[in-house]
C-alpha cells in the first residue's frame, strides 16, 4: 500500500471517528441517512427528520415514497423541523467546533 493510501485511509477512519463522536454526544443534531450535523431538518407526516435535500433527491430520482417508512410521501408535506433545528443551534452554540466538519 502506498503512502497516499495509507494517509488517505487514516483521513478517512479520524473523519468517521470524529463524526461518531459527536453523533454520541447530541445524538438528535444528526441526519439519520447522512450522519451530518442537520443545517435544514424537515420532518415528514410519518414522523422522520431528515436533511431536507435527502428526501428530495429521493424523491425526484426514486419515487413518491419516504426513503425509511416507505410510506407515499410528497414535497409539500414535509415541513421544518423546528424543535431539531433549535437543538443543534443550541448544541453549536456550546460546540462551535462541531460544524467544521460539516
Known sequence: MSIQSNANCYLKSSQMLYLLILQEMCPTTFAVITFEIFRDPVITPSGVTYERAI???????VG??????????????MVPNLA???AVQAYLKEHSWAYKST
Open 84 to 86: 431539531i433545528k433549535e
Open 64 to 77: 413518491n415514497f419516504d426513503p425509511v417508512t416507505r410510506e407515499p410521501l410528497k414535497e409539500h408535506q
Open 55 to 61: 428526501p428530495l433527491e429521493h424523491l425526484r430520482k
